[in-house]
């Protein structure tokens, strides 16, 4: 049974960098079948699709969020990560890593449980 | 970027009864959209995708139908643990997009 499990600081200073790391078990991650990907929700709000990577290393982003988000994979560790630079009050989100299905942007048929990140001083 | 409009926003219901819920996608996106049911503190859960497909172990009273631009979902017969708020998703195009939620409360 796959399992994703999000890690990271629970808080994070505005103007700085957030950084998730999301661990998969019961799996492997090289398959082109899937794409592995990040998506947020801020407190008692909806869910925000951030991007999404294939285990080869091509990433896809939502534009909005381009100049601030990196994506990355290491097939070896059997993780990828998420890191968001200069992060604001509106960044504040409970983040979820997800297992997509066939595209960069299909369906999640995997979620890790979320960690809730606080950018605050 | 796509839009998703869902509607209701929120619905109240009974247990035993039927309930659709709808999303309207802002351009054409054929089949490509995904139904998911959220409870309080937990990740989404997939039910639908690919518009009308049940994902693997959903009970059968999920069902969803649609293409191009207007989706519904249906529950055709309430359960206790069917309270929840659901989301649909569009996979037609970067970025994917989601519906503002609709939340299904007991009467």
């Known amino acids: 049974q796959l399992q994703l499990r999000e890690s990271g600081p629970g808080l994070v200073k505005p103007s700085e960098t957030l950084s998730l790391t999301c661990t998969i078990s019961g799996d492997s991650i090289s398959s082109y079948d899937y794409y592995w990907g990040w998506i947020r929700q801020p407190p008692g709000k909806g869910l925000e699709w951030i991007g999404s990577?294939?285990?080869?290393?091509?990433?896809y982003y939502k534009s909005s969020l381009q100049s601030r988000v990196t994506i990355s994979v290491d097939t070896s560790k059997t993780l990828f990560s998420l890191d968001l630079i200069s992060v604001t009050a509106a960044d504040t989100a409970i983040y979820y890593c997800a297992r997509l299905v066939d595209t960069s942007m299909g369906r999640v048929d995997y979620w890790g449980q979320g960690t809730l990140v606080t950018v605050s001083s | 970027d796509i839009q998703m409009t869902q509607s209701p926003s929120s619905l109240s219901a009974s247990v035993r009864d039927r309930v659709s819920i709808t999303c309207r996608a802002s351009?054409?996106?054929?089949?490509?959209l995904n139904w998911y049911q959220q409870k309080p503190g937990k990740a989404p859960k997939l039910l639908i995708y690919a518009a009308s497909s049940l994902q693997s172990g959903v009970p059968s009273r999920f069902s969803g139908s649609g293409s191009g631009t207007d989706f519904t979902l249906t529950i055709s017969s309430l359960q206790p643990e069917d309270f929840a708020t659901y989301y649909c998703q569009q996979s037609y195009s970067t970025p994917s997009t989601f519906g503002q939620g609709t939340n299904l409360e007991i009467k």
């Open positions: 990577i294939s285990y080869t290393g091509s990433t």
């Open positions: 351009q054409s996106i054929s089949s490509f």
